[in-house]
């Protein structure tokens, strides 16, 4: 069995390439393992005890301070809480991510 040695031409073209190979590489990993770099630090949790007529859309505009999109802030109490979807019922309690 031959192998055939290859040579590098240019270097810049080659520190190039996997730099940009590098690049894809992560993307694409952070993409499936989920991984958000640039998620903020949560201080703390404030729990909520739903009443009834309560919805998490609701939840998330009360406590969005950043003034931020409130799909985002939806997302995260769905994350914090462990819930499949965003319907809560009458005495539930949840954890709010504060930052």
């Not at 909520?48 to 309560?54: A, E, L, Q, T």
């Amino acid at each position: 069995m031959y192998i055939k040695k290859m040579r590098i031409i240019s270097k810049t073209r080659f520190t190039i390439f996997l730099t940009l190979s590098s690049l894809i590489l992560f993307i694409l990993l952070s993409n499936i393992f989920n991984i958000n770099v640039y998620s903020k630090k949560v201080d703390k949790h404030k729990e909520v005890v739903i009443s009834d007529g309560d919805t998490v859309w609701q939840i998330a505009k009360k406590f969005n301070n950043n003034n931020e999109d409130v799909r985002i802030m939806v997302n995260r109490i769905i994350r914090a809480n462990d819930l499949k979807n965003q319907f809560i019922k009458p005495g539930d309690t949840i954890k709010v991510p504060l930052y």
